[in-house]
């Protein structure tokens, strides 16, 4: 089985991810994108051998969101 990614369906994830994380949030895109990739979620996410770009956006919303509630 391969590692490899199709990075234009990754980069359109993240994209996704993010929308969902600015909403869930209430911030602004730009803000979003800043918290997501300053994230160990995202750090995992962007690795392929963890399998995570299989997961639900929801999921790794949440798991963003269980990252930020640890971090404060």
């Not at 994230?39 to 997961?55: D, G, I, Q, R």
């Amino acid at each position: 089985m391969s590692d490899l990614v199709n990075p234009t369906l990754l980069q359109m994830k993240y994209s996704r991810i993010i929308c969902l994380l600015a909403k869930a949030l209430d911030i602004s895109i730009p803000d979003a994108m800043d918290v997501f990739y300053r994230s160990e979620t995202y750090l995992n996410l962007s690795e392929p051998k963890n399998h995570l770009h299989n997961m639900g956006d929801l999921y790794l919303v949440d798991e963003l969101l269980l990252e930020l509630q640890r971090g404060q």
